[in-house]
């Protein structure tokens, strides 16, 4: 029999772990306890003054000078009850907490409890199993709790022996079950000692054998594994696994598998060869869910009756559990002791702790709060591969999932953005007898590059159990890279064929994307790869390799970032002056070491280019553009407002004089030029050259313009 925490509502016992603590707003109840013999009163502050029907003494501290006189022997009277109790004097007692005087309910509180054991006082139980109180005292027989408590406070208040009440914020502790007051009850449950079986397993987080994603749990988990308390495992439910122990007709137990051994077991037990099953009784009770659970690593691979098969020996341990870190106490680290204990061996090497799931206004999603949308709701509203989206750009590993559904929107939009590219690109034909040009090569050499540097990103966000990171490397290397540059690269014209060697590339490149974004997006993927190519009867992208990047050039993709610059330079012209997007437009450079000549090819097609033409001298009547130190011009001449034109550059003259100014005021600073990192002063020197490149050259262009 041992203090347990009970939970009226299902009438049950529950651990510690199933006991939530929440900040709740009562009184605190100052009871007047007559000392026996005579009129004087000693005052008890209580939070709950329904106890009082269970009190069986009155507690001070020896060293609190206000009881300094009262007699060794002396006696009170609970209030209402008129039981006569001892005064016993313990340094328990915090002298500074209310009056001093603690009343001791020893069936109803654990620190009571053990005031009990000490002192040898009687245990009277007051409530039913559903929180209603008993006939043992004869009072208040069948109420409810927290009626007890408001009926109570009248019935005190009336005889005099209510001194006065204050408001009082304490923590409760709550069924996590049930959600009602736990009430502390003596019972007799089945307990499993849990100090040596959390050894091995603390040892084995804090050595990294096993590894918490994110590290920071790695405390939470100490504290709890190294303060462990032993485990109330039974339960008083209908539903549940039976213990199996078998009560004999004298006294005692056995405890057996089957029914079977239970009989033998108590046979040799009691030395009475003619007991028969119906003279034993199986307990009742059934286990902790969580028991059940903390197996299921070794359970589910048939590993407790089948210890040494086949499955077992493969699988355990496995590598990664993905949870919630609510359940780090519940599952995790049971899972991790019952590991040990039962196997010799870790169940797992890596534990990848997800968020808590939050509404945007940051409240965590309950049936309680109505906040938390039916998952089919919104997969008929948006598709399952948009929700999933949604949940995954809104999460990193431990941090809390900050939900909205209009993530979910943004999730069918990508899902069509995928199918809408294929259908592009399924629409095309090619022409085995067309060689491929240079921009559609250069195209082509560029996304193999673009998709590598993804793929290496990729494996390394995965690598670090940053799944929302893999995900955003992949969504911008769909949408921005393939989807927004090169499918726009080597986009034919209007009913013309594309090339065989550049189709086929692109259908490789679409295959290989759908095996990236497959664990993300695993529905549009496998849709799209299975029509891609044809495919075995049960052939599936779930078993698909992922790609292998290419040996990385970095060369290459600085050397194309120049040219993007330079076209997207190009459009802001057309935006700026109002050029129509079909007119083609000339573009001169004067080439330096920063020019991507090779990438004329694709300036010219995705700029819509006549010519990119190699010069020697400026052209000051033409718009003008400077990426990195090279020059480029868009002649202008009949296509532009020259009074229009002079406002707008003369703003941008005295924006780039401001910039410059800011950076010269840091160069001219010998403290930040002589303490700062050299990178970051050279990154100034390099904003420098940039501005006053740019500066000479819109002077130019004012004064050709003027």
């Known amino acids: 029999v041992r203090m347990v925490n009970w939970d009226p509502a299902a009438k049950t016992a529950l651990s510690d772990e199933e006991v939530v603590f929440k900040e ?229 137990y056995v405890v057996a598998p089957t029914a079977e051994e239970a009989l033998a077991k108590a046979r040799a037990k009691t030395g009475d060869d003619s007991l028969q099953p119906s003279d034993l009784r199986q307990d009742e009770d059934v286990l902790d869910t969580w028991f059940s659970s903390w197996l299921w690593p070794i359970s589910v691979f048939d590993g407790i009756r089948n210890p040494d098969n086949q499955e077992i020996s493969y699988y355990y341990p496995t590598n990664d559990l993905v949870t919630g870190p609510d359940i780090i106490f519940f599952w995790v680290a049971r899972m991790i002791m019952a590991g040990y204990e039962y196997r010799g061996e870790k169940p797992f090497s890596n534990v990848y702790f997800t968020g808590i799931v939050r509404d945007k206004i940051g409240r965590k999603m309950s049936k309680q709060l109505g906040n938390s949308p039916d998952p089919l709701d919104l997969i008929a509203k948006y598709g399952a591969d948009g929700m999933r989206m949604a949940m995954l750009i809104s999460s990193s590993a431990g941090n809390d999932v900050m939900f909205d559904e209009a993530l979910c929107e943004q999730g069918r939009n990508f899902g069509n953005k995928i199918w809408n590219a294929y259908r592009l690109v399924n629409g095309w034909s090619a022409d085995d007898k067309a060689a491929q040009d240079d921009n559609d090569r250069l195209a082509v050499e560029w996304f193999r590059q673009t998709l590598g540097r993804a793929l290496r990103q990729i494996d390394e966000d995965f690598r670090s159990y940053r799944i929302s990171e893999a995900f955003m490397t992949a969504y911008k290397l769909f949408w921005d890279d393939f989807s927004g540059l090169y499918l726009e690269m080597v986009k034919p014209a209007y009913g013309q064929p594309v090339d065989a060697e550049t189709f086929a590339a692109t259908c490789g490149f679409f295959d290989e994307l759908m095996r990236v974004l497959h664990p993300f997006m695993p529905f549009v993927t496998e849709e799209i790869w299975q029509d891609l190519a044809p495919r075995k009867e049960g052939e599936s992208i779930c078993t698909a390799p992922m790609p292998q990047p290419v040996e990385a050039d970095e060369r290459l993709l600085a050397r194309f970032e120049l040219a993007k610059e330079a076209i997207s330079s190009v459009r802001n012209i057309r935006n700026q002056k109002n050029l129509p997007q079909k007119e083609a437009l000339t573009l001169k450079v004067i080439a ?8 004329a090819p694709v300036m010219r097609k995705m700029a819509n280019l006549t010519a990119v033409e190699t010069v020697t001298e400026k052209d000051p009547a033409a718009a003008a553009f400077i990426v990195k130190t090279t020059q480029y011009f868009v002649p202008m001449a009949g296509k532009i407002d020259v009074e229009a034109e002079i406002g707008k550059l003369t703003e941008s003259l005295a924006y780039y004089e401001g910039f410059l100014a800011s950076v010269m005021k840091k160069l001219s600073n010998e403290r930040f030029v002589q303490s700062a990192p050299e990178k970051v002063v050279m990154n100034e020197r390099a904003k420098q050259a940039d501005a006053e490149a740019k500066i000479a050259a819109i002077r130019e262009q004012l004064a050709a313009l003027k």
């Open 24 to 252: 709740s707003h009562g009184k605190l109840y100052y009871l007047r306890y007559k000392i026996e013999g005579t009129d004087k009163t000693i005052i008890v502050a209580t939070t709950r003054p329904e106890t009082i029907l269970g009190d069986t003494a009155l507690c001070v501290n020896p060293n609190d000078p206000r009881y300094a006189s009262l007699p060794a022997d002396a006696r009170v009277i609970v209030p209402l009850v008129n039981r006569s109790i001892p005064v016993i004097r313990d340094e328990y007692v915090d002298i500074e907490f209310g009056t001093g005087a603690l009343k001791v309910t020893p069936a109803h509180d654990v620190n009571d409890y053990m005031l009990g054991e000490k002192y040898g006082l009687e245990t009277i139980d007051i409530f039913n199993d559903d929180g209603t109180i008993n006939d043992k005292v004869g009072m208040y027989v069948g109420m409810d709790r927290f009626d007890v408590r408001k009926q109570i406070e009248k019935d005190l208040a009336a005889a005099d022996l209510l001194e006065k009440t204050e408001e009082y914020t304490n923590n409760v502790g709550y069924s996590e079950r049930t959600g009602v007051a736990i009430e502390p009850k003596l019972s007799m449950q089945w307990f499993l000692s849990m100090e040596e079986l959390a050894r091995p397993a603390t040892k084995a987080v804090m050595e990294d054998a096993i590894r918490f994603v994110p590290e920071k749990y790695k405390n939470t988990y100490r504290h709890w594994m190294e303060n462990i308390k032993d485990w109330c495992i039974s339960r008083q439910l209908w539903w549940g696994q039976r213990i199996p122990a078998y009560y004999l007709p004298k006294g005692g």
């Open 592 to 599: 330096d070491e920063n020019y991507p000549a090779e990438y």
